[in-house]
């Protein structure tokens, strides 16, 4: 079965950074892309960015662009989110999300447990 | 960015009653929408894309309809397990957005 597990959350400083890890397995990694979704504590879900299959073309929110970088190595199953300049709005639960094809659909059909990011001084 | 209300933002239900959840698009996403679950502590879980097309198995008891701007999500007899939160979301353009989600509690 499809399991999908981050790793890497914890308190860092504004201005600092964190990457975020998603070691995903029970699927072929290198078929589908990746997303990453977030949640603010207490509040709804929103669209981060994501990776397309083969790691050739990502797209972010405009809150994130310039800041965040979405990677993945296929050879390791993992995804990676690196999150440059964290703001305190940045604090969330970020969690990983398959989607169901390539790229070119974005909806997500399995997700990760979540790993909190807590930005504060 | 497309935006998506949902209504009601609460609702209260009985164990075996039937619901109804309304999303609404600001602009036409024909069927490009997914609704999800979540409790609390939980990750969401995918219930229905394309509006209306049940995901592997979630069961029958949900079932979405709509498209361009306006969208349900029915739950027929009710059961505990069905009481979360649940978030639409448009995947047609832009970034992908959800709604503000709809708390089911029980009565």
């Known amino acids: 079965q499809v399991q999908l597990v981050e790793s890497g959350g914890g308190v860092v400083q504004p201005g600092r950074s964190l990457r975020l890890s998603c070691a995903a397995s029970g699927f072929t990694f290198g078929n589908y892309a990746m997303h990453w979704v977030r949640q603010a504590p207490g509040k709804g879900l929103e669209w981060v960015g994501i990776i397309f299959f083969d790691g050739n073309r990502n797209y972010y929110r405009d809150s994130v662009k310039g800041r965040f970088t979405i990677t993945r190595d296929n050879s390791k199953n993992t995804l990676f989110l690196q999150m440059n300049s964290l703001r305190a709005e940045d604090t969330a639960v970020y969690y990983c999300?398959?989607?169901?094809?390539?790229?070119?659909?974005?909806?997500?059909?399995?997700w990760g447990q979540g790993a909190l990011v807590t930005v504060s001084s | 960015d497309i935006q998506m209300t949902q209504s009601p933002s609460t609702l209260s239900a009985s164990v075996g009653d039937s619901v109804t959840i309304t999303c609404r698009a600001s602009?036409?996403?024909?069927?490009?929408l997914a609704w999800y679950h979540q409790k609390p502590g939980k990750a969401p879980r995918l219930l229905i894309y394309k509006a209306s097309v049940l995901e592997s198995g979630v069961p029958s008891r949900f079932s979405g309809s709509g498209s361009g701007t306006e969208f349900t999500l029915t739950i027929s007899s009710l059961q505990p397990d069905d009481f979360a939160t649940y978030y639409c979301?448009?995947?047609?353009?832009?970034?992908?957005?959800f709604g503000q989600g709809t708390k089911l509690e029980m009565k």
């Open positions: 979301q448009q995947y047609a353009s832009g970034s992908r957005t």
């Open positions: 999300a398959k989607g169901p094809d390539h790229g070119d659909t974005y909806y997500f059909d399995h």
């Open positions: 602009q036409t996403i024909s069927m490009w």
